[in-house]
């Protein structure tokens, strides 16, 4: 909950309780409402209007009349009951539904970032009909975080486009858009187009969403591996992200629903190669950069990547020897060829997920993951997350308080997930890309929900 919001809410009990339940009345209510009223004005200016503050300022409104009217003529139609039950709802609407806060990065570095639009002039658009555009080419938006020694301006919002893009990512979660309307209000701590820092180098890693996913929310995980001096990117995989709006303002819309297709195994097989395709694609475009050819380190490329992403990522590293290191998210293993479960990766990986898939609409074999570590070829590591589910492994435990009853994150609280999730990520890749001492992996030891295999 934001600052202003929270006191207006406050402000709110306050002035229900004394009006309505309260039997010594106040007299000077109106003074705190006319407090209310500033703060109201205070609070859209600096915080931003959204509408899941509404029933908030009307409640003012409505104790305003109440104190001009009168009491007796107001409660005939607005008893106690129905105040408890009002106040209920306007104090709950924002406080299930908040402007979260990113937790902010512990490492030494400030974040740039930079957007792309990049264009394969190889490789024709699979997810497109040839009669609907013959020449249709793979393209992708990509997103660069970087480390930089000082930043200006404001950080960038949580997402771009919400207008646009609320519907699909509602659709993702199995709720309305508007719902989410709220979330551009987020602040990250991104600064748009900073300079990079010269005279040093940084190892790159890409990481890649799952299945109606998009690169922004696992920005909590992003902006810690870049604070700690990496380079990360981060495509919207076309057609597998719930919506991606190109900068010219062209978008591509999700088209990954297959589930029940008789051939939907090997569509699967086919979209992840496309998928792995788009890493080895940005790479090269990472390679080939001006900017940043001088700021990444390239034999230290390491790939991550959550759910679907984490399939992409490990058959990314089978494929392309320019990876080094290799972590998957609550991996999606079923679309893997089995040619890759058996002969493994020759790369350190790890896997961090959740207990059981039984509650998936996607559910993967976990004799698949048993298989694939045994056969890595070079310290293959397992850990769960005990109490966790799905989108665990994502921002998405932030996006609401009652998330565990909503959507599919577990138990653990919020920032304790997000914080296990970086400290495994960062500690990972800092010893297998930095070559740290970083008693990994006994420095996890302190986190109980973690469980090694």
Known sequence: MRLFESILLLILVVLIYQLVFSKQKDKQPMQLLFFALILIVVQVMFEGYRWQMVPAYLSFGILYLRLKIGE?????????????????????????????????????????????????????????????????????????????????????????????????????????????????????????????????????????????????????LIEELTSHGYVVAAPDHTYDCNLTVFPDGHIADYRSDITGYPDSVQIRRQQLNTRVADIRFILDQMLSDDEFHNVIDFDKVGVLGHSYGGSTAIQAAYEDSRIKAVLALDSWMNPI?????????SQPFLHLGRPHWDDSEYPTSPARLVRFLKNVRKDGIHYTLQGARHLDFSDVPLYSTISNYLLETGSVAPLKTISIVNKVVVSFFDKFLKNKSNQFPDNLKIFQELLKH
């Open 72 to 220: 007796l003529k107001f409660t005939q139609r607005f008893n106690k009951f129905a105040w408890g039950l009002w106040a209920l709802f306007t104090v709950g609407l924002p406080v299930v539904s908040p402007v979260f806060s990113l937790p902010q990065p512990t490492g030494p570095f400030l974040i740039g970032t930079k957007l792309y639009h990049w264009i394969d002039q190889t490789r024709p658009e699979w997810f497109t009909p040839n009669d609907e555009n013959p020449n249709d080419l793979r393209e992708l938006l990509v997103q660069v975080w970087y480390p930089v020694e000082k930043v200006t301006g404001k950080p960038v919002p949580y997402l771009y486009n919400l207008n646009i893009r609320a519907d699909g990512i509602g659709a993702a979660g199995g709720f309305p858009g508007f719902l989410v309307s709220h979330i551009d209000l987020v602040k990250t701590h991104s600064f748009l187009n900073e300079t990079t820092i010269q005279n040093k180098q940084f190892p790159l890693l890409i990481l890649s969403h799952g299945i109606t996913g998009y690169k922004e929310i696992h920005t909590a």
């Open 337 to 345: 060829p089995e040619l890759i479960i058996e002969q493994g990766i």
